[in-house]
């Protein structure tokens, strides 16, 4: 998709304005419904269309990605751009600087057309956390299109934009992705730069791309990926472990823990379908065991909440917002926070605390961090004995609007299939894999810390055996 | 978990909730951290931590000031409105 928009650009069968001007009209004509967007930004994507145009006349070569219109999920930080991580606290907040990704894209020539909208603080599966609006699904516009990244993944299904990029903590590109039938990528942890984006759960945090097919989505990871001196915990990629990696000579493992009661049947007869496919190719297939699996989801809600509790702490009425006139600085802190999050982010704020809390902190934080090791651990075994691992990215279809919304616990459930890779810091992407009810059907597959350009080499191969 | 408890971590959370609210989240936590005591089960002996997603070692710099970073310094601060003399201005503390 990007390449052949990219060959329209340099043999000028279409010019970058025209381009983005089309991607306007489609949001303008879709947006109403499906709601993806919380901010456009026209006039700077128009601008910046010209400048390529120009390029392109004058016979200077452009990147790959030049001109290209892509969307971002409204947690990452666009220097003079509003930018509200879908909160009530950051409604006024106006980004003074661009994130790393924002400046890699920006220095591409790529087009920003706006920002997407997104569970608060990027804290929940469904985007009906936003504190501004829902986001519909764009194969049925009564149920939701995933989360936290629901907007950034349904305006790349309805095509209003090329690619977006999201942030993943427990599921929040593969999930939505999923639900919205696109690919989403979570790269390993630490090689895409967390600056600029707002943090959720930093050891957990990374940012990745949308898109409409494997290839872009590795054109633009490698545009964003690399250590950056802003983020002391960002690294290189390593390059493609093996260039001629085929599927003859490939083991995939499917953990069986991931195969169990609470899958949908049609979900489970589709992968496996696709399995004895891959399998008809020559790649070997088998079964696999993780079996702290059914711990994972624990770990996660006690890991994450914690960081979530320490993270927001900044956000206390004082640097990101006007400052009410309230007689004490307790009130400040008391009224803006109590009144500016909203409930799921004081909910999981609660529980970090607790779980942080004297006398709690070992029951849980530092236990939670053992299990991560050991479910870590684990992976690196299963590793040793197959290239990667396939598994369903959710146990549902995408549900309904209002379906989950008062029961946290079910709406957290959402994430069984995700979670393990943030917290392994491993890579994993989702593949569209079928249809049913007009509703998208997935897969999961996951890699090794830091073999994302061989996951998306494998993943090529097996988006070809599918379609 | 009771209201005495739920205020405790309000007041270290610095947050304040209408008692409604308090009741709710007292009993979704319940819920949530009877869900996650699955973890007792599982033996941690001599496990180390695992603390962050990365094996990379901290990374240090000196502590100086970067003059070209002074613009970014102001810019930032500019989302306070409440600004006097390139400081934040908060009502008294006590």
């Known amino acids: 998709m990007i390449k052949e928009i990219h060959n329209k650009l340099i043999n000028k069968e279409i010019t970058a304005t025209e381009l983005i001007e089309g991607y306007f009209q489609t949001i303008n004509e879709k947006d109403n419904q499906i709601k993806a967007f919380l901010t456009l930004t026209k006039d700077s994507a128009l601008e910046q269309a010209k400048k390529t145009d120009e390029k392109i006349k004058k016979g200077k070569g452009i990147n790959v990605l030049e001109g290209i219109p892509y969307a971002v999920k409204d947690n990452m930080l666009v220097k003079g751009v509003k930018t509200t991580a879908g909160s009530k606290i950051l409604e006024n907040y106006t980004a003074s600087f661009d994130s790393t990704v924002i400046k890699k894209l920006k220095e591409q020539g790529a087009v920003l057309l706006g920002k997407t909208n997104m569970d608060e603080f990027a804290m929940g599966s469904s985007t009906e956390n936003s504190a501004f609006f829902t986001t519909k699904n ?17 305006s790349v299904a309805s095509k209003m934009s090329v690619f977006a990029l999201g942030s993943d903590t427990g599921g929040s590109i593969r999930q939505p992705a999923g639900f919205c039938g696109v690919v989403g990528f979570k790269p390993s942890y630490g090689t895409v730069s967390r600056y600029g984006l707002i943090a959720m759960a930093s050891s957990l945090d ?5 898109t409409e097919n494997v290839e872009d989505a590795e054109i633009v990871f490698k545009s964003i990926a690399g250590k950056d001196a802003m983020d002391s915990t960002s690294q290189d990629v390593l390059s493609p472990l093996n260039e001629t990696q085929n599927i003859q000579n490939t083991v995939f493992g499917l953990p069986k823990e991931y195969f169990q009661e609470g899958l949908d049947n049609k979900i489970k007869k589709t992968i496996e379908g696709i399995i004895e496919k891959i399998k008809s190719q020559g790649a070997t297939v088998k079964e696999v065991n993780l079996p702290s699996t059914p711990y994972a989801l624990s770990c996660y809600y006690i890991i994450m909440p ?44 609660v529980l970090g605390t607790y779980v942080l809390s004297s006398g709690y902190y070992d029951a849980y934080y530092k236990k939670a961090q053992q299990v991560r090791r050991l479910i870590a651990q684990e992976f690196d075994k299963v590793f ?14 995408p549900f309904k ?28 992407i989702n593949l569209p894999c079928g249809q049913a009810d007009n509703l998208p059907i997935n897969m999961q597959i996951i890699g090794p810390y830091l073999s994302d350009f061989s996951l998306l080499n494998i993943s090529k191969t097996i988006e070809n055996i599918i379609s | 978990m009771d209201f005495k408890e739920i205020d405790y971590l309000l007041e270290l959370a610095r947050m304040e909730l209408s008692s409604q609210e308090k009741e709710k989240i007292a009993l979704d936590l319940e819920k949530i951290l009877d ?11 001599d496990v180390e931590p695992m603390t962050g997603g990365t094996l990379l070692e901290n990374i240090c710099r000196e502590d100086k000031l970067d003059e070209e970073k002074q613009d970014v310094s102001r810019e930032l601060k500019q989302s306070a409105s409440n600004l006097e003399n390139d400081s934040f201005k908060i009502p008294p503390i006590f």
């Open chain 1, 206 to 210: 990374i940012i990745g791309p949308f």
């Open chain 1, 401 to 428: 609007i209002g379906e989950k919304a008062d029961d946290p616990l079910s709406m957290y459930l959402s994430d069984i299939f995700t979670v393990s890779a943030n917290i392994a810091g491993i890579p994993a």
């Open chain 1, 384 to 397: 040793k004995e197959v290239d990667f691992l396939i598994t369903p990215t959710s146990p549902t279809f």
């Open chain 1, 138 to 154: 764009p194969h049925d516009l009564e149920r939701v299109p995933g989360g936290s990244s629901g907007g950034s993944a349904a």
């Open chain 2, 35 to 45: 869900y996650v005591k699955q973890l007792q089960e599982l033996d941690t002996n």
């Open chain 1, 306 to 349: 914690a960081e979530v509790s320490s993270n927001l702490a900044r956000f206390d009425g004082i640097r990101y917002s006007p400052i009410n006139d309230y007689f004490n600085l307790h009130d400040i802190y008391f009224k803006t926070r109590g009144q500016g999050f909203g409930a799921e982010v004081r909910r999981r704020i």
